[in-house]
């Protein structure tokens, strides 16, 4: 009652609101007066209805993200639903993810084989996204046009195929468009189906599926359409295009003579066509290529001027190589041409061999050869970086445009450079970035690399523990290196906050299982000075401690045939710390 005696308007204040309604309904008559002789003397008021702002469909949901942020404590969106089985590594998240999307893909498949089980609809109007439909069988699906149109659409490859050939031997008539369209999608695809990699729905299987490199097919159905259609540049352009895509020595070699022929007939090739001899094909081929761009007035994109980057790499000499990278990016940008991400990211990968960099690890040994190509790479870098920070935009034109990133922090953790490492992260994170990696996958291992330089090169074991926190595990998962590092900093200089984040990551991550690991846990808690902890720090101290026991215990009783291979014995060590807290708390 006292709360609410508080709540309540005063005397003096009620008498204060009855005068503003008081004056305002007066002023209000006011106006109605001079509107009602307004509209008497014939003059109407004028009201202006603003134009309707255009919005697409996602803009309330950046303008809530611009608003809300970033939240670098909370997990990653696809594992927000159940707090406690939150995971902490790249194999857990992976696993995690997985098992809910193919989760959901049973769940759907079900409603697609037995839709009698799910008819009871409420939902007015009817949400198609709830009741999803089976795909039609090649095989027993009416051979019309309209059905084989539907499968090219949706990008059935194989059942496309399937239904062409079904239509064929009934002799039912295709047109030449229906047939030029199944022929771009199996040029395309060499007759496989759409790879894990371009999966617009299954986010899981597109980021994790792996898909193996298919080389052409020869006088497969791609061949035999284009046996079919009129031999126009469209058709042979397609043609060369997926024969260079999917490369062997024998395709780059028929492709390279289909140019030929088109050109004997004065047909003008396509550029896609040039571009796939360019990148795929050897020096003579290229610079054959570009000549006859120029005789026939073919003007280059992007996607010519990467093919140039890309055939420049294959250069055996590292200063030859260097060279013609320079002049190729100082010849576009002369001609008003921005290089894309992926140009950079060629320009990069062909000073130091990436794989190498990558297997040597952060902290890996570098002849003095590969020493002076990363101070080259380096130098490369800040030019590019800065380029970058100075674009209004960072926007996606191919699929390879991510790596970038990842590639320019190999060499930044290579080198040490921390300054430059946050520069790329700055980069990344801006608004004006587009550009996004695969979560993860990619991105797991930009942060991861980004944080253990920051941990290397940085001091302050609070800054250390900011980062940490802000980083793990929502981009970057737990690992035994990453948390035998930090070790190494707590036990430089303790701090207890930090030191019970890392511990309870580790037993996250069944780093209990590494016997060393759990050694190190061990001799970090024993230097902890118990009496300088507050009281609130000592339970937490004493709560730790037991996890751990609880941990090593459980490890131990790995008894059964199936988990014996688990099965972690105590040592002396172990066995003196169980029986201290079972005396003292009887644990």
């Known amino acids: 009652m006292l709360r609410l005696r508080h709540c309540l308007p005063g005397p003096s204040a009620i008498r204060?609101?009855?005068?503003?309604?008081?004056?305002?309904?007066?002023?209000?008559?006011?106006?109605?007066?001079?509107?009602?002789?307004?509209?008497?003397?014939?003059?109407?008021?004028?009201?202006?209805?603003?134009?309707?702002?255009?919005?697409?469909?996602?803009?309330?949901?950046q303008a809530?993200?611009?608003?809300?942020?970033?939240?670098?404590?909370?997990?990653?969106?696809?594992?927000?639903?159940?707090?406690?089985?939150?995971?902490?590594?790249?194999?857990?998240?992976?696993?995690?993810?997985?098992?809910?999307?193919?989760?959901?893909?049973?769940?759907?498949?079900?409603?697609?084989?037995?839709?009698?089980?799910?008819?009871?609809?409420?939902?007015?109007?009817?949400?198609?996204a709830f009741r999803p439909e089976q795909q039609p069988d090649p095989l027993q699906v009416d051979p019309t046009e309209e059905n084989l149109l539907k499968m090219v659409e949706q990008r059935e490859v194989k059942d496309a195929v399937m239904l062409y050939e079904r239509m064929r031997s009934e002799n039912k008539d295709v047109s030449d468009s229906a047939q030029l369209a199944l022929f771009k999608l199996v040029a395309y695809y060499n007759g496989e189906n759409v790879p894990f990699a371009e999966w617009e729905e299954w986010h899981g299987l597109r980021n994790y599926g792996e898909s193996k490199y298919n080389e052409w097919t020869n006088a497969g159905i791609a061949d035999l359409l284009y046996e079919t259609l009129p031999k126009t540049a469209e058709t042979t352009s397609i043609l060369v295009a997926g024969m260079c895509k999917f490369a062997s020595a024998e395709s780059v070699q028929r492709a390279e003579n289909l140019i030929k022929e088109m050109l004997e007939k004065n047909q003008v090739p396509h550029v896609e066509a040039f571009n796939g001899l360019i990148a795929k094909g050897d020096h003579g081929q290229w610079t054959w290529a570009l000549a006859q761009m120029k005789n026939v007035k073919v003007k280059p994109n992007i996607g010519t001027w990467n093919a140039l980057l890309s055939a420049n790499t294959k250069l055996q000499s590292n200063s030859e190589r260097k060279s013609h990278l320079a002049k190729l990016l100082n010849e576009m940008i002369a001609l008003g041409v921005e290089p894309s991400l992926t140009s950079y990211n060629i320009v990069l990968e062909g000073i130091i061999d990436t794989r190498e960099q990558?297997?040597?690890?952060?902290?890996?040994?570098?002849?003095?050869?590969?020493?002076?190509?990363?101070?080259?790479?380096?130098?490369?870098?800040?030019?590019?970086?800065?380029?970058?920070?100075?674009?209004?935009?960072?926007?996606?034109?191919?699929?390879?445009?991510?790596?970038?990133?990842?590639?320019?922090?190999?060499?930044?953790?290579?080198?040490?450079?921390?300054?430059?490492?946050?520069?790329?992260?700055?980069?990344?994170?801006?608004?004006?970035?587009?550009?996004?990696m695969p979560a993860f996958t990619v991105e797991n291992q930009f942060y991861t690399r980004y944080l253990r330089l920051y941990i290397e090169r940085t001091h302050s074991?609070?800054?250390?523990?900011?980062?940490?926190?802000?980083?793990?595990?929502?981009?970057?998962?737990?690992?035994?290196?990453?948390?035998?590092?930090?070790?190494?900093?707590?036990?430089?200089?303790?701090?207890?906050?930090?030191?019970r984040r890392v511990i309870e990551d580790g037993i996250n991550s069944r780093a209990m299982t590494d016997h060393k690991q759990s050694s190190i846990f061990r001799k970090i808690l024993l230097d902890v000075s118990f009496l300088n902890l507050s009281i609130s720090e000592r339970e937490e101290y004493k709560n730790l401690v037991k996890k751990l026991v609880g941990a090593w215990v459980e490890l131990s009783r790995f008894t059964e045939e199936n988990t014996k291979r688990l099965q972690i014995k105590m040592f002396p060590a172990t066995v003196c710390l169980v029986l201290n807290y079972r005396d003292e708390d009887e644990l």
């Open 358 to 436: 990558v297997a040597g690890g952060t902290h890996g040994g570098m002849t003095r050869e590969e020493q002076d190509q990363l101070e080259d790479a380096l130098s490369w870098m800040v030019e590019i970086v800065s380029r970058l920070e100075s674009l209004p935009q960072l926007t996606i034109q191919s699929p390879e445009c991510n790596h970038f990133f990842l590639t320019a922090m190999v060499y930044a953790s290579r080198a040490s450079n921390l300054p430059l490492a946050e520069r790329l992260v700055a980069l990344y994170e801006s608004e004006k970035n587009l550009v996004k």
């Open 64 to 128: 809530l993200s611009d608003t809300v942020g970033v939240d670098p404590t909370a997990p990653h969106f696809a594992f927000i639903d159940d707090p406690a089985m939150i995971p902490s590594t790249a194999a857990a998240k992976r696993h995690y993810y997985m098992a809910k999307e193919l989760g959901k893909r049973a769940a759907r498949q079900l409603a697609e084989e037995w839709p009698t089980l799910f008819m009871f609809d409420r939902d007015y109007p009817r949400l198609s």
């Open 461 to 499: 074991i609070n800054d250390i523990e900011e980062k940490y926190k802000e980083l793990v595990p929502r981009l970057v998962g737990v690992t035994k290196t990453l948390t035998r590092e930090m070790c190494e900093k707590v036990r430089n200089a303790p701090k207890w906050s930090c030191i």
């Open 16 to 61: 204060v609101l009855s005068s503003a309604v008081a004056s305002g309904s007066d002023k209000a008559g006011a106006e109605t007066s001079e509107g009602g002789s307004s509209q008497q003397g014939g003059r109407l008021p004028r009201v202006t209805i603003q134009p309707a702002i255009k919005r697409n469909p996602t803009d309330l949901l």
